[in-house]
């Protein structure tokens, strides 16, 4: 009997490779400063409850919220062969006090700001979507948006505008012999 072959990149190091990665990107005008502040896991998307569980004082942020796996199978021989791919989201937080948190979207002379933390972001990882060399990954941006806070959260963080960005990639084979014959 044929065992299975199992060939996976552990999300977990996907997930400090990824934080390695943004800890990494240098602030594009403020030299010795990272572009982040904070960059830490959480498990989901929602920033109002990812920034009290973390006491987030900082302003600029990045949140790694792992979203799941897919798979794509298809039977190759007496094999049944599952290719996995792991979808991770990047969620960057910036603050501005004035106009009702306009420089935190846009940027200013205080501030980032989301879309180009998120631009910046882009521009490295596709420098290097393997980060570094690790196995199976090759990073890739799916979508992106704005997020709106929910009004309590909004109130609570009073300036604090949010981005996210997916990415997906692969991250493993699954090859699981067959007995028992079938046609395609």
């Not at 792992?66 to 094999?79: A, H, I, L, V, W």
């Amino acid at each position: 009997m044929n065992t299975p072959k199992v060939d996976l990149l552990k999300t977990s190091v996907l997930c400090a490779g990824l934080k390695a990665k943004l800890e990494a990107i240098d602030h594009p005008t403020l030299e010795g400063e990272k572009l982040f502040e904070v960059v830490a896991f959480h498990e989901n998307k929602n920033l109002g409850e990812a920034l009290q569980d973390l006491v987030v004082v900082k302003k600029r942020v990045c949140f790694i919220v792992p979203q799941g796996d897919r798979f794509e199978s298809k039977k190759e021989g007496r094999s049944q062969v599952s290719d996995r791919f792991t979808s991770i989201d990047l969620l960057y937080a910036d603050t501005a006090y004035t106009k009702g948190g306009n420089a935190a979207v846009f940027g200013g002379p205080n501030n980032v700001g989301v879309i180009a933390m998120n631009e910046i972001t882009l521009e490295v990882i596709a420098k290097d979507p393997q980060l570094g060399g690790l196995r199976w990954c090759a990073l890739q941006p799916t979508e992106g948006a704005k997020i709106e806070m929910a009004a309590a959260d909004a109130k609570a963080a009073s300036g604090r505008e949010a981005w996210v960005q997916n990415y997906e990639t692969p991250s493993g084979r699954i090859e699981s012999p067959l007995h028992l014959a079938w046609t395609n």
